[in-house]
């Protein structure tokens, strides 16, 4: 596929909301937000959880304000397909990196197999790859990883639900295990690769990843076309809001409250959504440290603050 032109001239500038992209193989999450600034007509436009050029599915793509909750979006569990090479080990855990010499990994048994990857599941403590975008010291693992320093990165504790053989094939002297993951934010694939082949004695490492689901949100069919002249459909503030948090419908009054910043009476015990009567996302709420309040986690609506009430 190839990558957009800069010299298209920008549509009318469309309203706030995400669109549901599936990301396409060799393409950056950065040249995908670049494409949709260009058919949607605003700057205004940023993606919630990175995907590699080698990944490909679901990315989800904030739209003016819809940006800002981009950072709550990308907390929610994810789902993702992988294949696994068991036999050979890479210096960025998938099939980009500098690859080791091979082991023959062709013997391995279905129980060998599981054996190895029961202690993966669950709450674990992982580290991540070194090539993820972690910060270390002010600047991303990748970048210092490509520099040719060493990176140490201190291990963090992630859930991992769901991590099964779907599939598996003898390639020469390499076992390929097709594998479906479903996890906790800051999971990485890649480091669930390199820990099952480490276990097994062989290495291991990923040679496709696609990401099937954040949230309450799965692969759009049909797929949005990047490279169609015409914007992609945008899906509602609101509408998000259902699909992934909890909601309240609050009263006008309340609505105006929280456009000032202030806290309402509702009773919630975690981030929660409040919608006004029409359906228009207001704000998240958390609770507040006062029983019987919320408070605003950040406030969303069109004009924070109404006409008549400045």
Not at 15 to 29: A, E, N
Not at 138 to 145: E, I, S
Not at 227 to 242: D, I, Q, W
Request: with cysteine.
């Amino acid at each position: 596929m190839s990558t957009p032109s800069a010299t298209e001239a920008p549509p009318k500038e469309t309203g706030s909301g995400i669109v549901l992209v599936v990301k396409p193989q060799g393409w950056t999450s950065h040249q995908v937000v670049g494409r949709l600034r260009r058919l949607l007509g605003t700057r205004k436009v940023g993606h919630a959880g990175t995907l590699d050029p080698m990944a490909t599915g679901l990315l989800i793509v904030g739209v003016n304000r819809a940006t800002r909750l981009l950072g709550h979006l990308a907390g929610h569990d994810k789902t993702y397909l992988a294949t696994i090479r068991l036999g050979q080990s890479s210096t960025t855990d998938d099939a980009e990196g500098e690859l080791s010499e091979a082991v023959d990994a062709s013997g391995l048994t279905a129980e060998e197999v599981e054996d190895s990857m029961a202690p993966l599941r669950g709450l674990i403590e992982q580290v991540p790859s070194s090539v993820s975008a972690i910060k270390v010291d002010g600047k991303r693992a990748y970048a210092l990883a490509r520099e040719g320093a060493e990176v140490e990165l201190k291990s963090r504790q992630v859930e991992v639900t769901r991590f099964e053989v779907t599939g598996r094939r003898r390639e020469g002297q390499f076992l390929d295990l097709d594998v479906v993951v479903d996890c906790s934010s800051g999971t990485y694939i890649r480091a669930l690769a390199r820990d099952l082949g480490r276990a097994l004695g062989v290495g291991g490492h990923l040679t496709m990843l696609r990401r099937t689901r954040i949230g309450g949100f799965e692969l759009p069919e049909p797929a949005p076309d990047l490279e169609a002249e015409h914007a992609p459909p945008v899906t509602p503030m609101g509408e998000v809001a259902r699909r992934s948090f909890p909601y309240v419908t609050v009263t006008d009054e309340q609505a105006r409250a929280l456009g000032y910043g202030q806290r309402v009476r509702s009773q919630i015990a975690a981030t929660t959504a409040a919608l006004s009567k029409d359906g228009e996302l207001i704000a998240l709420l958390e609770p507040d440290p006062e029983a019987g309040w919320a408070k605003p986690l950040a406030v969303l609506a069109s004009s924070a603050r109404p006409e008549g009430n400045h």
